[in-house]
């Protein structure tokens, strides 16, 4: 065994502190349009743990490929720590006619018929409910959930007028939730990170801010926050966005933006809604312009751990000539790399690549006995465009292995 039973029978979900063990890294292929040819491309994968240990991992299981086409959203669960998974299953259906965003029909080769699940999330909750939010046609957002680790899931209901609130501060046309999954805070509120465009530029996806939603009363009602990052000359279309409770309590958002900087943005809230710290830049995470993802590993002082731990994943790569960074638009979505502060996020002190070849999107999470989950996109070749691929793969590792010991 690679840890110690005390460990397993005393770690909390995402708060351990593991043993010396030996550096382990397996791989395997969870979604794939070889697995299922129904769909031509596998795209923005999310993974997480539940109270109980399940491992629940999903993805949007596209029949074209295109943000706007015909597109599922099918869940795989795990109750061995993600070793083994069960078959997939689609689980957004909202019943009744469906209208196709008018923003999408200005978007060369959109299908007016074709009907669009997009962008999932999910927050695994201590009392061991999951719950769910996600879009249909980036125009309206629903609210599910599981009592039973994603086996069966409540008939979704309608949160869209959540989002009204933001219309005094950006008047949007194309909503987005997440991706990937999200976070339920110490005091129990449930936070998302949404994104919001008019609609008007290129993929009717820009431009863009970003925010969040969040819930006190486990999913019931949901409230719209404070825009958390404009877009600007600056930050240039912030959109996908993860979020991780700081030991202090507080939210830290972690965002993608099309900036020239080419650095993910940080900014931090109290309460996960109100109040966000002015955006800065962190100069170790590298953003070829694609999803990141977040997650805490341990809190010290929780069940023996000596440090917090904060682990992030994104594709480490930026166009490069003579050891410096170009302007130019070949960054290529490769080289999926997991890093690890010990401070908060405000430093990160190891980093191993876990895909060099492509790959794209990710999401992060640990098992009970501190495991580490990557749920990640992975080609072969610079497969549609690279923006995304035929595989999302699955790679599991010990905290040992990211500190190259």
């Not at 597109?71 to 998974?85: E, Q």
């Not at 259906?93 to 060369?108: D, H, I, S, Y």
């Not at 409910?129 to 409540?154: A, I, N």
Request: aromatic share 8%; proline share 5%; net charge neutral.
């Amino acid at each position: 065994m690679r840890f110690a039973s005390v460990l397993l029978a005393a770690a909390l979900l995402g708060s351990v502190s593991c043993p010396a063990a030996e550096p382990f890294l397996e791989k395997d292929e969870i979604f794939s349009t070889k697995l299922n040819p129904t769909y031509k491309l596998v795209h923005i994968p999310g993974i997480l743990v539940t109270a109980k240990g399940t491992v629940l991992a999903w993805c949007e299981a596209r029949k074209k490929g295109g943000d706007w086409d015909q597109i599922d959203i099918v869940l795989r669960r795990s109750t061995d720590g993600g070793k083994t998974f069960g078959e997939a299953k689609s689980i957004a259906n909202v019943p009744g006619p469906k209208t196709k965003n008018e923003f999408a029909l200005r978007v060369k080769g959109v299908d007016p018929n074709d009907v669009t699940y997009n962008n999932p999330v999910l927050i695994a909750d201590k009392d061991g409910t999951v719950h769910m939010v996600f879009c249909l046609e980036y125009m309206r957002c629903f609210y599910q959930q599981s009592k039973d680790d994603g086996v069966t899931w409540s008939t979704p209901v309608e949160i869209t007028t959540t989002f009204g609130a933001f219309k005094k501060d950006y008047d949007w046309k194309v909503l987005a939730t997440g991706p990937n999954h999200s976070i339920q805070l110490k005091t129990g509120r449930l936070v998302v990170p949404v994104w919001l465009s008019t609609g008007t530029g290129g993929n009717a996806h820009r431009p863009s801010v970003t925010s969040t939603i969040y819930s006190d009363d486990q999913g019931k009602t949901w409230k719209a926050g404070e825009i958390a990052v404009p877009c600007t000359e600056e930050w240039i279309n912030p959109n996908e966005t993860v979020a991780v409770e700081l030991a202090d309590g507080s939210v830290m958002l972690n965002v993608r933006s099309e900036s020239k900087k080419h650095r993910r943005l940080v900014t931090v809230s109290k309460d996960g809604a109100t109040g966000w710290s002015t955006p800065r830049f962190d100069e170790a995470l590298l953003e070829p312009i694609c999803m990141g993802a977040i997650v805490r590993y341990s809190l010290a002082g929780v069940n023996g751990a000596d440090k917090n731990r904060i682990l992030f994943t994104n594709p480490d790569n930026l166009a490069r000539e003579d050891g410096k960074e170009t302007e130019g638009k070949n960054r290529d979505r490769k080289n999926v790399t997991v890093k690890l502060s010990e401070d908060e996020g405000k430093t990160w002190t190891a980093i191993r690549a876990i895909e060099p070849s492509f790959s794209g999107y990710s999401d992060v999470a640990v098992t009970p006995d501190g495991t580490i989950l990557c749920l990640y996109g992975k080609g072969e070749k610079k497969e549609f465009g690279g923006f995304a691929f035929g595989q999302i793969v699955l790679a599991r590792f010990n905290l040992e292995w990211v500190q190259g010991r």
